[in-house]
């Protein structure tokens, strides 16, 4: 059971937090609602007041019946200022739907409504539910402001994409369906008291895809964007580790946290791994590494020629992650990630996690279009010798935090040696 404090900004998709509430309370959480002013033209406070069983507060003078109580608690022997006692309350706070607005005054400190000051007070994890037009979703103050937020640590779910609130209107911007928030707030309930901390500990990310060069223009590559390696990075910094990324061709913001190594080819990437692995407690093999590359790179520009078809030689590249596990010394963590089609997935992922002698591998399922390459969600299953946790679809930020809880837990949990390592 977790007490859950919801926020719910004026937008249409304040009627979806309605069903939030009845899915929460129905799963045994207790719920208290908070309501800025115009998300009373969407929604009544009446009707989030009869779904909890608790007083709705929308001013912050206002005053609070239950003296900041939860359903489940018994309200204090003093009055209490209101903001602060329900966030001092509650297990998470769940802004939904939160519009560009609020979203913009959470993001700048700004404590001008009951809603926004109980934020800035929070101690609790903040989940904030995007909803809003396509264009203001996409507008570059709004992705600054979400990812100031989330660099803070906060939890911005992604806004799904489809018919949105206006007559015509198609695009990124719908409210989370309300079971989608919350699986959301149980994780971030359930994530609160296990928070990995990496203080002093290197961790060392491959991330995008490396490109073999078939002559001086083309080049045998594949589709990572190196989102997840990022995503990996940013939240280890975050956490307090020394981050260093070696970066196959990766064409995405930069976090001045992080120490990156640029590469192109397999052979580059393998060079950059080999320098910095001594100095490596954690690595996080999230490159896609092409496998074959050309036996030899044509000079200059191959040009066509006569002849319907062409005939490649290509040379395996060599296996940098295996070569790394070769070598690995006592207190270093191994993690390597595979991709993999549809059934079979998870024996593929055992498979490697034994014949590569790593600690986990962390398997995705590339068959499925909403998640993987260059998608902001992602949804895996690591893979160690203890055995599976699956991680729901999520953002990659997310995924990111629970892939390095596990590589906590295994670095603290006594070594369980897979079949086949020494
Ligand atoms: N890897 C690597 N060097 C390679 C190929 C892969 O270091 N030449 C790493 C990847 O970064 C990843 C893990 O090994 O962490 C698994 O990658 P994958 O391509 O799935 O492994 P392969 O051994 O190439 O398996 P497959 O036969 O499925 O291609």
Redesign the pocket.
Known sequence: MARILLGVCGGIAAYKALEFVRLATGAGHAVRVVQTEDSQRFVGAASFAALTGAPVLVGEFERDPARGAFPDQSPPEHDPLSHLELVANADVYLVAPATANTIAKLAHGLADNLLTSAALAATCPLVIAPAMNNHMWEHAATQANVALLRERGATVLEPGVGRLGSKGEWGAGRLPEPADLLAAVERATAAAPAEPHLVGLRVLV?AGGTREPLDSVRYLGNRSSGRMGFALASQAAALGAEVTVVAANVALPRDPRVRYVDVET?AE??AACDDAFDATDLLL???????FRPARAHEGKMKKGADDTLDLALE?????????AARRREGQTL??????HGDGALA?GRD?LV??G?DA?VVNDIGRADIGFDVDANEVTIVTAAGERHVPRAPKDEVARAILEEAVALRSAPTVAPEGRA
């Open positions: 491959t397999a990437l393998q093999m999230a490159a896609a590494v092409v496998d395996k590249t060599p296996d940098v992650l295996a070569g790394l993690i390597g990630f595979a991709a993999e593929y490697k014949r590569k790593v591998i």
